[in-house]
């Protein structure tokens, strides 16, 4: 089992910046590949951003590229979601999750490990 723990939600005005942290805890949860997804009202959940275990291999939703970045710290067992140049459309529930193999994943389907959310909120 991996327990996923979000943080670092909160407001802020278009083009400002927001660092959300996911800590995983469980048996070898830093070799697992890791995502974030994102879920507005009356929206469906959709991925943002992945990577692999060794960060190796990312994976980008065409809407944040050269925006967002996905880092992660395997010794904190640790990962990142680094949002720039925030947009009102940007505004969701962001989920961490972790996989269910050590490569990076864009389905949610590959996801069996959920954190709890956090909100974001963009005003403009």
């Known amino acids: 089992q991996v327990q996923l723990v979000e943080s670092g939600g909160g407001l802020v005005q278009a083009g400002g910046s927001l660092r959300l942290s996911c800590a995983a805890s469980g048996r070898t949860a830093s070799t697992y590949g890791m995502g974030w997804f994102r879920q507005a009202p009356g929206k469906e959940r959709g991925i943002v951003a992945a990577?692999?275990?060794?960060?190796?291999?990312?994976y980008y939703a065409d809407s944040v590229k050269g925006r967002f970045t996905i880092p992660r710290d395997n010794a904190k067992n640790t990962v990142y979601l680094q949002m720039n140049s925030l947009k009102p459309e940007d505004a969701a529930v962001y989920y961490c999750?972790?996989?269910?193999?050590?490569?990076?994943?864009?389905?949610?389907?590959?996801?069996?490990?959920w954190g709890q959310g956090t909100q974001v909120t963009v005003s403009s």
């Open positions: 999750a972790a996989a269910r193999w050590s490569d990076s994943s864009s389905k949610s389907e590959d996801y069996p490990y």
């Open positions: 990577i692999s275990w060794r960060g190796s291999s990312t």
